[in-house]
């Protein structure tokens, strides 16, 4: 999204930290060789050309069976500029980052996709994201300046070009049938799996209505309650009930734009308010524990709670951006937001202990400045009502 106006998944995983940090050229596996967590081999890259944007340094892999215990994630990092806050990211020492997109600001004029090859190109050589790189692995999922025009809907025409830039820069190799990225890691031995749900709200969206004169809040877009409108896609939305039935302790579902959100008028979920209902109502009949909701796209960061959502506390975490901040938000301070909207640059970090049952969501600014937080006890996030 931008609020300005204008139109605007796997690295593979290994040894552990320690290892990588120690020797990190010898431990790198070359990306034709890296394996991912689900099984699943990452093919070479797409092959010589435009259309190849893989760094040339590859991604740090990551071991599918190690205990994850802090977890970054971030949105909205703008290649043409600074971005210390990776520094601050590396203070904080995640075992894994998540990209929840708007990773480039890429928007493109033609199929050429120029502009998109040329900001991979150019994030992939930015010094201080290299040394987060060197640090520790990523995982993604995209939003819509990467995945090509601003606020762009499933009606998107060159979705396949952007796609095959995302696997590219992203050293992804899976391919939906329908040509989505969604994707799912689960990460950690049993007793204390990490899932990681990457959703694609890009690929399959509906279009948005504009809003009139009914819609308060400030913004472009008002709720449709149009039926057949989807966020998700019909293949992506079994796929995600599947997903939700298979066995973690903690999952982290990922979506670039926000879930739970109210009070504004950009891009989310609850401008297609059955959809939300669905999602909602899919974490309520398959009964997944552990879930946290992470989110990016609004260039502020805010933490969310549905206290009453049907199982459990419902609690969602908005990091953005990582070093595109504009001024302060105007959203309506309303329910569900549980607390302050903060607009400097930040990232989110999950902090699980696993002798004690605890996740801590956590937003962070710059210098290890704690902007927000919640610790919740894993038996709370498998509750009954
Ligand atoms: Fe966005």
């Known amino acids: ?48 050309g435009a259309f190849d944007v893989a760094p040339r340094v590859p991604w740090l892999p990551m071991d599918p069976a190690a205990t994850l215990t802090r977890i970054g994630f971030g949105s909205c990092l703008d290649q043409k500029h600074p971005q210390p806050i990776w520094k601050s990211v590396i203070t904080a020492a995640p075992e894994l980052f998540i990209m929840l997109g708007d990773n480039v600001y890429g928007d493109v004029k033609s199929e050429a996709m120029l502009e998109l090859i040329e900001a991979y190109r150019k994030q992939g050589e930015h010094p201080e994201f290299a040394a987060a790189r060197a ?19 499933g009606s998107f025409p060159h979705r396949d070009k ?9 050293a992804r190799s899976n391919v939906q049938p329908d040509g989505g990225i969604y994707d ?13 749900i990457l959703l694609d709200t890009r690929s399959f969206r509906s279009d948005f209505r504009r809003k009139g004169e009914d819609f308060p809040y400030w913004g472009r877009y008002a709720p449709d309650p149009s039926p057949g409108k989807t966020m998700l896609g019909d293949r992506q939305w079994r796929w995600l009930e599947g997903e939700l039935r298979k066995p973690a302790e903690i999952r982290l579902l990922c979506s670039s734009i926000q879930v739970l959100a109210e009070g504004h008028g950009f891009e989310r979920w609850g401008n297609l308010p059955a959809e939300r209902k669905r999602l909602l109502d899919l974490l309520a009949s398959t009964e997944a524990n552990g879930i946290v909701i992470l989110s990016g796209d609004r260039h502020a960061g805010a933490m969310y709670a549905l206290e009453r959502s049907p199982r459990y506390p419902l609690v969602e975490l908005t ?3 990582l070093n595109r901040s504009y001024g302060p938000s105007k959203d309506e301070r309303i329910a569900p ?24 969501v956590e937003l962070h600014g710059m210098d290890g400045v704690i902007v927000t937080s919640r610790t919740m006890t894993l038996a709370e996030l498998a509750t009954k009502r």
């Open 184 to 196: 799912s890691v689960t990460i950690g031995p049993d007793g204390r799996r990490v899932q990681v």
């Open 337 to 360: 937001l549980a607390s302050g909207i903060y607009h400097p640059e930040n990232f989110g970090l999950l902090v699980l202990d696993w002798e004690k049952g605890t996740v801590a």
């Open 162 to 170: 952007a796609a095959q830039l995302f696997r590219s820069f992203w």
């Open 319 to 321: 990091a953005s951006s």
């Open 1 to 48: 999204m931008s609020r300005h106006g204008r139109a605007q998944s796997s690295p593979a995983f290994a040894p552990s930290r320690r290892a990588l940090l120690a020797g990190l050229a010898g431990a790198l596996l070359p990306p034709a060789t890296q394996v991912l967590a689900q099984g699943s081999a990452v093919l070479p890259q797409a092959g010589a």
């Open 135 to 153: 640090a520790f692995p990523f995982l993604a999922t995209w939003d819509d300046h990467d995945y090509g025009l601003n606020d762009a809907s």
